[in-house]
């Protein structure tokens, strides 16, 4: 209902306490977010092997521990 105002170029600016911002975008990359997702899927299906084993193999749950955490190693420290 109100009246239009006349548009101005500083009515398309960014505002940061009077001072301007150089108009450049930056983007998120996402070269940290696949090994940090591989290494929480990881995780969680060792938790899941674990959770799912017969209650008398504790032997062969550390052995796919150990297999899973040399993977998870060498993931971290490629």
Do not use: Q
Request: net charge positive.
């Amino acid at each position: 209902m109100a009246p239009k105002e006349p548009s101005s170029d500083a009515s398309r600016t960014s505002y940061a306490g009077g001072e301007n911002i150089p108009g450049k975008k930056s983007f998120p990359g996402y070269h940290l977010f696949f090994p940090i997702a591989l290494f929480f899927t990881v995780l969680h299906v060792l938790a899941l092997l674990l959770g799912l084993l017969p209650a008398g193999s504790a032997g062969l749950g550390l052995v796919y521990a150990g297999l899973i955490i040399f993977g998870l190693i060498t993931l971290v420290l490629r």
